[in-house]
């Protein structure tokens, strides 16, 4: 078989299971659990009714249903509501029933990770549910032309190894998360193959083998023919327009425009060697640093005119952010609606957070919270490290490849440097752009908490294209051919089980089953609604289609433990109003909650209103008791409902307001320590234990508190210590701060500092917690906070909140 014929049907059937897959995701994951798809799509309906782009808001709760989207450039919305404007979407808000506890980007083990409630008795075909899903097959569509144009890319950077080409294509297509988010509502779906459109552009612009007859360099040269040539003006307008259909889509396109100036001097640089290379080479007068200077000013004049349609299709929109927030980006206003880390994050705490960025890569379903089982990561990173180690050898082979003149001066260097990146424009190019995106991407992810590895999908093509060079451009064709078989097929049985294996489960209703009968009957009821038949404490529960893994039930705690609790419901008549299930672990010394998890039944996805009489619901719960919770006590354990938009209690027969199931002892750490603990602040000291005396105080006296700490390193500075009883609006009512030698403490010695608290005597009766920290005072006069690090690694708040403090007046 022709090899050109053979390699045209691989393509047609990675593209032809593309869309097949990506159909299945669009209809297979319920309407707005893609992700951020709850937000993308009241754009789009909002534009799709007539309404002008909304004006965006600075205050989250004043925020219109589309939150931070409204300050996202407007083409893909514009689309959307075209293919939808006929449809009645008045049903958007009934739809769009947004689920108040959900885990939105954590992962639970007890579920309440749908965005949204989903009646099964609406029309999937018919209103707001049909309009998104015409979005999402489009946004499918617009993904296979993404896998065509890595394919396209592929064979730019290797013609010569159709392998690399069609692997790179189907690596593309059968990424889990991209087939998640190519059939999900979201702007990115445009975005993606337009910027690698213009990267296809650029690299062509330059790769393709200029002859003599193409600059007509026999011609006699007029002024400005370079300028007036058809074939150059065609180039840089298409690639300005496609750049301009690009930042109309997506602000995470920029990076284009600087590889596009670049691109265009390149290609400049190529013209002048092809005319050494014919008769435009007698006779030229200038020499190489005139050439130099004559091709920047070309490059320049050339750029002006890529940038026309650049202004004239999307400038319209960053004018309109200059007029409206002074930002001719908006990202202002975006995260203002957002919202934003406490602090800017380092380099270090970025790097930390790249298991989640992979996760999120690779496969991290529903609002970023439904994961695949954790040994595929493993391999799929493994097989990125592979890659990248691959792709340093495959780099030095190209180089090796490149004959290089003997560089004797600063000429020849520049000369063969252009010279290399001419030849090989389609690496280099890939290469800029992913590290453009990346580079962008770290300065977002440091101001808002944004560390998702679908964030880089802007430069997937390119991202893939690299990847598989690096996988197999350094082995002979057939091992690699083989290599990128077993990868790609991989991916595809992923990628083919994920709608069925891991996102559908993940909102299929009457989850759990009880493996045991209930042990501890409780049979009430509240307000002759719902009874609460028994419930079982320290049992594992079970997903209805696993098997039972029961544990014993622990007789005491210690903080940090987990208690996992399982509740048997039995519904008593039909219900108007949407009660939420709050299970408390109470400390009756400050009588409040020290742990608590809160949803509706049948794991977040059923609200009382949609239950029938008769029906019989096991919920799971997992509550984490704090690490920092006082100990010894004696906890109680209760349940009850409540109205989540009133808080009004659904309250049982006999007129309380919750049933206490149990008491729980919590019993302290094993240590020499009261309150044993081990928390570290910056890799410089770490809180091994304090004490608190007392629990409850009256306003205007003081509490006793000693902190035990240890150095974990020889300190330079002398922090303060910093202690604080803090109100939900801030509100100061006690501040301590303590200079300390720190520098004079030796690693690992232990470190007793008494404090007195003062309550502030206007302090208001209630429940507060005690935050504390270090601190030093910079040059500046700055205060700069120790921030805390997570057992993983991961820098986090910088302050610790130590427990709860009860104010009585």
């Given amino acids: ?73 407007p083409l893909y919305y514009y689309l959307g509501a075209a293919l939808t404007f006929w449809i009645d979407t008045s049903d958007m808000e009934t739809v769009r029933w947004e689920n108040p506890h959900v885990d939105n980007g954590i992962l639970t083990a007890d579920g309440n990770i749908n965005l949204t409630i989903h009646n099964p008795e609406w029309n999937p075909w018919h209103g707001t549910l049909l309009a998104v899903r015409i979005v999402r097959l489009f946004s499918v569509l617009l993904g296979a032309v993404t896998v065509y144009l890595t394919y396209l890319i592929g064979k730019e950077l290797a013609p010569n190894r159709p392998e690399i080409a069609l692997g790179a294509a189907a690596i593309n297509a059968f990424t889990p998360m991209f087939l998640f988010i190519s059939g999900a509502v979201n702007n990115d779906n445009l975005a993606i193959p337009l910027a690698s459109l213009a990267i296809l552009l650029m690299i062509r612009s330059v790769s393709k083998q200029y002859s003599v007859d193409q600059y007509s360099v026999s011609q006699p040269k007029k002024t400005g023919y370079w300028l007036l040539n058809t074939d150059y003006l065609k180039r840089w307008l298409l690639i300005g327009a496609v750049i301009g259909l690009a930042l109309l889509t997506k602000e995470g396109t920029f990076g284009l425009l600087p590889l596009a100036l670049g691109t265009i001097f390149v290609a400049y640089w190529q013209k002048r060697n092809a005319e050494l290379r014919g008769e435009g080479a007698e006779g030229r007068k200038e020499g190489f640093w005139g050439e130099i200077f004559r091709m920047l000013g070309r490059t320049a004049v050339s750029f002006l005119i890529l940038l026309l349609p650049v202004i004239l299709i999307a400038g319209w929109w960053y004018w309109r952010n200059i007029v409206l927030y002074g930002d001719f980006l908006g990202w202002n206003a975006f995260i203002a609606v957002l919202g934003q880390r406490a602090h800017p994050a380092s380099l270090a705490q970025l790097w930390s957070e790249r298991w989640g960025f992979m996760l999120s890569y690779w496969g991290l379903f529903g609002g970023v919270n439904v994961p695949m089982p954790l040994w595929i990561y493993h391999i799929l990173n493994g097989v990125v490290i592979v890659g990248v180690l691959g792709f340093v050898v495959y780099l030095v082979k190209e180089i090796g490849d490149w004959r290089l003149h003997l560089i004797s001066n600063l000429q020849s260097l520049i000369s063969n440097l252009l010279d290399f990146v001419a030849a090989k424009f389609a690496l280099v190019v890939c290469l800029l752009f992913v590290t453009a995106v990346v580079v962008g991407l ?25 990847l598989v060079a690096g996988l197999i451009g350094w082995l002979p064709r057939s091992l690699g051919q083989k290599v990128i078989f077993g990868v790609a097929g991989f991916l595809f049985v992923l990628a083919a089980l994920a709608p069925l294996a891991w996102i559908c489960p993940a909102y299929a209703l009457n989850q759990y089953t009880a493996p045991w009968l209930v042990q501890q009957p409780v049979n009430v009821n509240f307000d002759e609604k719902l009874r609460l038949v028994g419930f079982e404490i320290g049992q594992t529960p079970v997903l209805s289609t696993g098997e039972a893994t029961a544990t014993q039930q622990k007789t005491m705690y210690q903080p940090g433990d987990t208690i996992d609790l399982l509740l048997e419901w039995e519904v008593l008549a039909p219900m108007a109003r949407n009660w939420s299930v709050f299970a408390h672990l109470n400390d009756p010394v400050v009588g409040v909650p020290i ?62 307001d919750m049933v206490v199931l149990t008491r729980l002892a ?50 330079t500075t002398d922090y303060t210590l910093f202690v604080q009883v803090v109100d939900k609006d801030t509100t100061l009512w006690a501040n301590v701060n303590l200079g300390q030698s720190t520098t004079l403490w030796q690693p690992g010695e232990l470190q007793a500092i008494p404090v007195t608290i003062p309550i502030n005597p206007d302090a208001p009766a209630n429940v507060y917690p005690i935050h504390l920290g270090f601190f030093e005072v910079t040059e500046v006069g700055e205060f700069d906070r120790l921030q805390i690090i997570a057992a993983d690694g991961r820098p986090t708040d910088d302050f610790l909140q130590l427990t709860l403090l009860r104010i009585v007046r």
Avoid: C
Avoid at 631 to 656: C, H, I, K, M
């Fill in 666 to 715: 919590l019993e302290p750490a094993p240590g020499d320590l009261p309150n044993p603990t081990l928390v570290n602040f910056e890799n410089e000291l770490e809180l091994v234990g304090f004490e608190l005396n007392p629990r409850q105080v009256a306003a205007g006296d003081t509490v006793d508190l000693t902190l035990y700490w240890r150095a974990k390193r020889p300190l």
């Fill in 595 to 656: 742990a608590q998890r809160d949803m509706y039944l049948d794991q977040g996805l059923r609200p009382t209103s949609l239950l029938e009489p008769g029906e019989t619901i096991f919920n799971y719960y997992r509550l984490t008791i704090p690490e920092t919770a006082v100990a010894p006590a004696d906890l109680q354990l209760s349940v009850g409902l409540y109205d989540f938009f009133t808080e009004e209690r659904l309250p049982l027969t006999n007129g309380d």
């Fill in 1 to 73: 078989m022709d090899e050109n014929r053979y390699e045209k049907r691989w393509l047609s059937l990675i593209l032809g299971l593309f869309v097949i897959l990506g159909a299945m995701y669009a209809l297979v994951t319920p309407v707005f659990e893609a992700s951020d798809e709850l937000w993308h799509y009241p754009m789009i309906r909002h534009l799709a009714d007539g309404n002008p782009l909304p004006v965006q808001v600075f205050d989250p709760a004043q925020a219109g249903p589309w939150k931070q989207e409204a300050s996202q450039p």
């Fill in 442 to 466: 770290i300065q977002w992810a440091t101001t808002t908490w944004s560390s998702q590895g679908r964030l880089v999908f802007t430069a997937i093509s390119a991202i893939n294209v690299l």
